[in-house]
């Protein structure tokens, strides 16, 4: 019988479809524009807010596009699912600057299927098709931060 790893506490009750649509905005994001992860995030069930380092604002087409991209995943029906690897093993794979200190020796990765993996603590759905429509609500741009706020329908 193998053994439950021993991770970091988690103080949060994430909102599973929300987060899981965040996860795939990232994704997207760092796909289409090149920018990387959130540089913050907040997220709640009835709508959310990332923010991204850019060098200039989306436009609405892309914003468009960003809508389409994201919808087109979570219509793709991925599984989620979880995995979990020794601290420097996942060093050699994901960018480890934002784990708290004194992290865990074993971390959890969360793949939503082919789509992105990423290290995560948080609740997520099954599968995308728990997820919904992902709708961007509105957007501003202001010190070369790309802020967006968004729902899902």
């Given at each position: 019988?193998?053994q439950?790893p021993q991770?970091?506490?988690?103080?949060k009750?994430?909102?599973?479809?929300?987060h899981?649509?965040?996860h795939?905005?990232?994704?997207?994001?760092?796909?289409?524009?090149?920018?990387?992860?959130?540089v913050?995030?907040h997220?709640?069930?009835?709508k959310?807010?990332l923010?991204f380092?850019?060098?200039?604002?989306?436009?609405?087409?892309?914003?468009?596009?960003l809508?389409?991209?994201?919808?087109?995943?979570?219509?793709?029906?991925?599984?989620?699912?979880?995995?979990?690897?020794?601290?420097?093993?996942?060093?050699a794979?994901?960018?480890?600057?934002?784990?708290p200190?004194g992290?865990?020796?074993?971390?959890?990765?969360v793949?939503?299927?082919?789509?992105?993996e990423?290290?995560c603590?948080g609740?997520?759905?099954a599968?995308?098709?728990?997820?919904?429509?992902?709708?961007?609500t509105?957007?501003?741009?202001a010190?070369g931060?790309?802020?967006?706020?968004?729902?899902?329908?």
């Amino acid at each position: 019988m193998q053994q439950q790893p021993q991770l970091n506490e988690h103080n949060k009750e994430e909102y599973p479809p929300m987060h899981t649509c965040e996860h795939i905005v990232n994704q997207t994001m760092c796909r289409l524009h090149h920018c990387g992860r959130a540089v913050s995030a907040h997220i709640e069930r009835k709508k959310s807010k990332l923010d991204f380092a850019l060098p200039a604002p989306l436009t609405d087409e892309q914003v468009r596009q960003l809508e389409d991209a994201v919808n087109a995943v979570i219509d793709r029906h991925l599984d989620v699912t979880t995995s979990y690897l020794p601290i420097a093993e996942a060093a050699a794979r994901f960018d480890l600057r934002r784990l708290p200190d004194g992290v865990s020796d074993t971390v959890r990765v969360v793949s939503i299927g082919d789509y992105d993996e990423c290290l995560c603590l948080g609740r997520h759905v099954a599968n995308t098709a728990e997820i919904g429509h992902f709708k961007v609500t509105t957007w501003s741009y202001a010190d070369g931060i790309f802020r967006m706020r968004f729902k899902l329908e």
